[in-house]
């Protein structure tokens, strides 16, 4: 536990730079609050501070049971701290300070933050951060953990290390080396784009971290709308595309190895269900009972309704355009979510392939059941062990839903309401929640329910960035006796 020790404390102080650049904002613009920030970061230097000489001489490495708890850590411990500042500058409690934090850092979205009045800009900026953050511990962590165990049949660890050039020991600060040098300029990237069609600096920098981490909090309690015109809607997504794909294919992409990145099929099917999905979506504005709307804008509205969806952004050309599609596709999209190693949501595009694929082999036995056929999806070969890691992840991924929709139930008017809110939140795209679907005019906001039931959609949403089996395999006992 000396490595977890030593990386959090790395994490925290990392934490309190950023609480520093906020306080500093709130001090230029003579905000209320900077000293609270400036307080909180003195707090998390101290503390990180203590913990780093207690340890920077003990030796240690992260190995897989350290890694996971690091990860663990992370994304239960850092919405703590980040709760503090949240409720001493706005007229939210600590439970609902905390449960927004919770929500901006796993880019579910914005729960109540929007709804307040007099809300002081360096907070919004913390809860921006939290989400961009959000998204850079979302890649590090199926990068330098998930992807090396394996978790639910990821591809295998020789894949990613041949395509970082890295060492089988790899670890959490290698993988930072790589990634966040892709992840930032991405987001710089956007910004300047952003910036270059006519949105604010503030605004852009904000809309850039919530396209790059796949996050629904924006900048505007009026989202996307509030920035109108054509060319936002096509920076934005163009890079929420980037989001939800594979880092390793945009290595792939920016390094001119064409040839390997067209035989990443997963991200190819990405982009081809968020067209086939975006026509259906510009149909049904264009022509259906919601179709008010030109030939153009419709389909840019449903294309970006589309990639919205699949990269489980939340983002909404226009208010309820979630709506104008089947409630049931809306929620086998962001069950599915976008490509393994992006910042989406989701049980991801590669397993619902490999469980694609293996159906399809199963069904043609019984017309051949002496034939040989390859498990391949794309170049990846998929083992047996490969497989089985898949169905699991499914299977928990279903137990776990059903076992939250029924612990939430007692607080929502039906069951519906239940299965969508546990969906959103294990999905990490809270605004699908929010939309108002046709049955859904008694359906009470987040903010409203009672405490238990916004701890466990909370439960739900960092269940759903660790993506289950962390958790489950840090309950288990013989993973501590090794």
Known sequence: MIAVARHSAVAAGVMAVFLLIVSLGALLRNEAGADVYIMTALLTVFGAGAVHLAVRNRGGRLDRRAAYSFLVLMWVGVPVIAAFPVAATTSLSPMQAWFETVSAFTTTGAVRIHELEDVPRATLAWLLTLQWGGGLLTLLG????????????????SMRLDRFGGTEAQEIDDALRQVLPLYLGATIACALALFAVGVRGFDAIGLAGAA????????????????GHFSVKLVMMAFMLVGGTSVLWHRLLLTRRFRLAMGQQENIALLAVCLVVGILAASLHYGGPFGHLSLPVAITDGLFTAVSLVTTTGAQPYGDAFATLPLALVLALIFIGGATFSTT??????????????????????????????RKLGQQNVSLQMMKGIWIMFGVACTVTAALTAAVSPAMPSFAAAFVA?????????????TGWPDAGNWPEWSTLPAYAQIILALAMILGRLEILVVLGLANFTLWRR
């Open 345 to 374: 949501g989701g049980i991801k595009m590669y397993r619902a392939g490999i469980m694609m694929l293996q159906s399809f082999l199963e069904l043609e036995r019984l017309v051949q059941p002496h034939a040989v056929r390859m």
């Open 422 to 434: 546990v969906m959103s939140a294990m999905c990490n795209i809270g605004p699908v929640y929010a």
């Open 142 to 157: 199926f990068v330098a953990v998930l992807g090396p165990a394996g978790i639910g049949g990821l591809p295998d660890r």
């Open 212 to 227: 790059l981490s796949t996050g629904g909090l924006m900048p505007d309690a009026d989202g996307i709308p509030a920035y």
